[in-house]
């Protein structure tokens, strides 16, 4: 039995010559049975149904379709590439009677890269189509999607505000995507079409005005392109400007926009499609997805209340390793950059070899105070400094003495070499009933107390201040005979593999930049005894490490006040890249139960809307948590929380918009206590920017700043304050703003590029972090 040659011819309707020719070729086609299922579009145009409907299942249930492409027209070259996204056999034909589009075709490249068939009549257009025995379609894979640039765009030669802006705001939704760009790429050929399409996940094409400049090069190669998208079943974001007619094949496909910011609200829906579709046929991350958000752990935000799980999902950066290697005496990072973090997996790292002694102190600053009113404030400058690094050294070798006893307490008992050694120093370490017992902080109260109190019997009822001699100080200091024991603990420390003294939360309680002279003062005295320790084992072939962690501010003082600037090797630990943050959450994710070790955004799409309008919803919330891991995790812990209240299997934008609402409103009030400990007048300041506009120029910026004071100077304090705390940044030359993390928390560099700009052109922008809380208008 002969089979059925079924499928469509199409045409252009003008000129007639075309359609009347063909139909009349296809009348004698249809003498023969086997040929009467080839119709033509017009044959499909059934009363009151839509053609382009009715066309396009045509396409798809035949065998075959024939094209003539004598003209080019719109809804015809819609149909080729649809019937090449179906996967049917399509022939080309072009009338040699008529003039053709020769120089057309060329620019558009497409249809010379396919080939076509001539005819001259009816009875040659018969034999072409008679001849037809080759049904098998342009090969193409539909499976093989593209997870690098899951989306691609056809842009014109010339591109106008609507294409700009359209690929502006798609960079904005972290989407990557692939390009056909005349100015690149010159003609677009068939293959190079079909396999973009055939690779993306989606498809966008602004169409042109027909007033444009090559509109209808770059509108055909569109039409193409959307008929392959469409045939491909692929997501489409097809664009028109203004009111030119759409032709009927793809006009409910179109969306079209007069003004730009409805081109946003168009990707803002296409965006969550495309990250739906990459993430579809992902296997599951979780075994439980229903139950899974509420499960999941963050962690403290805090490294304090949770070192010991801290070790699961801590990235070991370069900082890290080399200060693990003893190539880093300072360690520094604003509050919640992840310091104390560090500090406790250098501590627990190190710990892992039993041969290491770890010193991890953490004395905070108030400590320090009795020790400063009664005996630091009653000394003369020449006398301080060396008050308080006796002080320190001493503290520091009674701690070391104090974690070699406790280490070693039974082991010194089964190993007969360090027995007599560790006998001579627990009685000499007795001598002080002060600091013998209790824990470091105790210690170190103690030690601080008896000290004031042997200073009150020196000072009697005298308030004048007092210039003390070496002696005088030693014996103030010290209840032991610091030779033996510093010779004591040399001998000691010979039976281990190294000592590593590592120093946190000293700044604890000191404001940026309202650090005083005195705690600057003791923090160089600290960090010169641990030097001078360090210096005198290392003499006995003793490896020794220091490390101070401490806040970049508190840095940028002590290196004011040392002559010695830049010999002590340091290293920054905030956090400029997005990454590494996505990074720092997905570790976190995987403690939860997470299995297969899935990338950051598999694991997000399961927990997570993809996109808050334009914005991809994960660095989203990066834009507007400072660069800190710890306000980074704060926030996604009050979205998560809204979710689970509401018994949702995911955060949504809801959520995210009322995380965000509580997340914002703590950090205004967390930053404005902090300002108030440093400029009292601007405890408020924060408040005085409710509901102004996200950038202010410099009138703007200082009307709000009157409110809090008149004073130009203490204005020009504040403006340092916000910018330090990245409440404020401002606009460089590419649009872009800069904040203080965005110039790697360098103050300097920051107010460098500040002072460049004219004070009338300067553009300060309030960071999206507090735009919640203080209702700012965008």
Known sequence: MTSLLSGLVAYPAEPSDIGQTIIRGLEKLHLEPKFRKLTSWEENDIPGRFIATEVLRRIESGKVFVADITRLNFNVIFEIGFAIGVKKRVILLRNEILKTEDDLIRQIGIFDTLGYVPYRDADSLQ?????????????????????????????????????????????????????????????????????????SHGVIIPFLPSHY????????????????????????????????????????????????????????????????????????????????????????????????????????????????????????????????????????????????????????????????????????????????????????????????????KSLHLRDHKIYPYYQNLASTYAADEYISEGDFAERMLNLTQRISVDFDAIRGNDDVRHRMSNDEITQLIYKHDIPALRSQLSKYLMFKKSLWILIDNIDKGWPPHGVTSEDVLTLRCL??????????????????????????????????????????????????????????????????????????????????????????????MIDRCLMRPRALIEFIKYCRGHAVNLGKQKIGVKDIEQGEEQYSTQLVNDICYEIQDICPPAKDILYEFIECPSELDNTGMRSILKKATSNSNEQDRIIDLLLWYGVIGFLRDDGKPTFIYSVRYDTRRLKALLKKRDIDSITYVINPAFWKGLEIKT
């Not at 579709?277 to 979780?286: E, G, M, T």
Request: contains cysteine.
């Open 127 to 199: 034999s072409v189509l008679s001849d037809i025995s080759d049904f098998n379609p342009i090969a193409v894979d539909l499976t093989n999607k593209s997870t690098t640039t899951p989306v691609y765009i056809l842009l014109p030669q010339k591109k106008g505000e609507a294409e700009t802006h359209l690929v502006s705001r798609l960079k904005k939704t972290l989407m990557p995507f692939r390009s056909y760009d005349p100015e690149e790429h010159g003609r677009l050929s068939a293959l190079e079409a079909i396999e973009n399409v055939a690779n």
């Open 213 to 408: 400049v090559e509109a209808e090069i770059h509108n055909i190669r569109g039409a193409f392109v959307a008929g392959l998208a469409h045939g491909m079943d692929r997501i489409m974001l097809l664009l028109q400007s203004g009111d030119d007619p759409i032709p009927i094949d793809y006009r409910d496909l179109v969306r079209r926009f007069k003004f730009l910011d409805q081109i946003d609200e168009f990707l803002t829906g296409f965006a969550p499609l495309i990250t739906e579709s990459l993430f579809r046929k992902q296997p599951s991350v979780v075994d439980q997805p229903t139950s899974f958000l509420s499960q999941l752990t963050l962690g403290a935000s805090s490294a304090e209340n949770e070192f010991i799980e801290l070790g699961k999902y801590y990235i070991e950066t370069d900082e890290f390793r080399r200060t693990l290697r003893g190539e880093v005496q300072i360690v520094l990072g604003r509050k919640g950059a992840g310091k104390t973090a560090m500090f406790y997996q250098i501590r627990d790292r190190l710990r892992g070899d039993k041969s290491n002694i770890i010193l991890d102190l953490k004395p905070e600053g108030f400590q320090l105070l009795k020790f400063k009113e009664r005996v630091l404030d009653y000394l003369e400058e020449g006398t301080r400094e060396h008050t308080i690094t006796a002080f320190w050294e001493y503290l520091l070798m009674l701690e070391i003495c104090h974690k070699l006893l406790q280490n070693d």
């Open 527 to 620: 960090i010169d005894a641990m030097f001078k320790l360090k210096r005198a084992f290392q003499s006995q072939n003793i490896i020794t490490n220091c490390v101070v962690f401490i806040r970049n501010d508190v840095y940028e003082n002590l290196v004011d006040a040392t002559p010695d600037r830049g010999k002590i090797a340091h290293i920054l630990v905030d956090w400029t890249d997005p990454q590494l943050l996505l990074e720092l959450l997905r570790r976190r994710f995987l403690s939860s139960g997470i299995k297969n070790n899935p990338p950051f955004e598999n694991i997000w799409r399961a927990l997570c809307v993809s996109h808050i309008g334009l914005e991809e919803s994960s660095h989203y």
